[in-house]
């Protein structure tokens, strides 16, 4: 649309200018295999699984070049005679700012993701468990036969070293090593020992004497004929008690 004012040549030309911008976001969430739990001969477990995934969004938009505001002219339309003709047509008198509204755009955003996974057949996982059971039992049995074979080792060795003589000093770091070993002596094994003997004198003289005659009397009547009994013979006969 174009029209003479004042012997000027205007002319209209609207302009509507629309701009916007959509963002969008998502979360993704990945269902990953059972978390497994692994005991030893070939033996692996999966039970339910509870996943909790906090996470955090950043997004950041701008423009360039960035304005944050323009010159806008302001026309000299005076009319000082009157005559409805701008005195000055197309004369700026000065330029004002206008704010362009123009700015970046920030948005933080956060959030938690849950699942839960639960196996459908109750019945492999009951197996699964006494299996586990019964593996960790095994282990523990190895490990106390390893147990009784190091301490039976010990009190092998602390034992002889003991019997020569040869011991830790009490000020060693592995004098507790053999600290609670003891060594006795086979039950076969007679240990050296002393028994107290008391000597009391015999105060029957001649009831003695009169016994060792009548065994000295004995003695010769029994000897066969023809024998001799010799002095020595005789007085060790008389001798014995």
């Known amino acids: ?9 205007a002319t209209a030309n609207p302009v509507a200018t629309s701009s916007g911008s959509v963002t969008n976001q998502a979360i993704q969430v990945l269902q990953g295999p059972y978390i497994t739990n692994t005991y030893g001969a070939g033996i692996q477990c999966q039970g339910p ?12 938009s701008y423009q360039k070049p960035f304005e944050s505001h323009y010159q806008d002219p302001v026309y000299d339309t005076s009319d000082v005679d009157g005559d409805g003709v701008i005195d000055n047509p197309g004369s700026i ?38 299996a586990v059971d019964t593996q960790i039992a095994l282990q523990q049995q190895v ?17 002889e070293l003991a019997k020569n003589g040869i011991t830790f000093h009490p000020k060693s770091p592995y004098f507790d090593v053999c600290k609670d070993v003891v060594v006795k002596l086979p039950g076969d094994t007679l240990v050296p020992h002393y028994h107290p003997i008391s000597l009391e004198p015999y105060e029957e003289h001649e ?24 002095t020595q013979q005789s007085s060790s006969l008389s001798s014995s008690p």
């Open 1 to 9: 649309m174009a029209a003479d004012v004042g012997g000027v040549s």
């Open 49 to 60: 699984t509870f996943n909790l995934t906090p996470f955090i969004t950043n997004s950041n």
């Open 93 to 130: 008198l000065y330029w004002k700012d206008v704010r362009t509204g123009q700015k970046n755009n920030h948005s933080i955003n956060g959030g938690l993701s849950a699942t839960i996974s639960v196996p459908l057949d109750r019945s492999l996982q009951d197996r699964c468990k006494k």
């Open 143 to 159: 490990l106390a036969n390893r147990r009784l074979d190091f301490e039976i080792a010990r009190l092998k060795n602390c034992g």
């Open 207 to 230: 009831a003695h004497d009169s016994d060792h005659a009548e065994q000295g009397d004995a003695a010769r009547h029994s000897l066969p004929s023809g024998s001799v009994l010799s």
